[in-house]
């Protein structure tokens, strides 16, 4: 099992950056595929990007390609989701998410959740 909590959003203007950070505790982060997700209130949870558990295979949406970047540091437990040139449209509530399965864009592959963390962007 693996607990993840994360951290970085916040409010900024668009054009700007911001890093979310995903910190695992419990065993073996490193077995994982980490992915990270986002909502609006009132619509359905909306996949970002995910890597796979050695790192060396990541996928993005289509949406955020060019702009987001996903890494992780197995030595730190830790997943980061890198944000550029933030666009209000990426307003929402950030998630990270541990599937032991594949690395897939798919929410109900992963069986583990963080609480989440809002990002809102100015126009």
């Known amino acids: 099992q693996v607990q993840l909590v994360e951290s970085g959003g916040g409010l900024v203007q668009a054009g700007a950056s911001l890093r979310l950070s995903c910190a695992a505790s419990?065993?073996?982060?490193?077995?994982?595929?980490m992915g990270w997700f986002r909502q609006v209130p009132g619509k359905e949870r909306e996949f970002v990007a995910a890597?796979?558990?050695?790192?060396?295979?990541?996928r993005v949406a289509d949406s955020v390609k060019g702009r987001f970047t996903i890494s992780r540091d197995n030595t730190k437990n830790t997943a980061y989701l890198q944000m550029n040139s933030l666009k209000p449209e990426d307003t929402a509530v950030y998630f990270c998410?541990?599937?032991?399965?594949?690395?897939?864009?798919?929410?109900?592959?992963?069986?583990?959740w963080g609480q989440g963390t809002q990002v809102t962007v100015s126009s």
């Open positions: 998410a541990a599937s032991r399965t594949r690395m897939t864009p798919i929410s109900g592959e992963y069986s583990y």
């Open positions: 419990g065993r073996a982060f490193s077995t994982y595929h």
């Open positions: 890597i796979s558990w050695g790192g060396s295979s990541t």
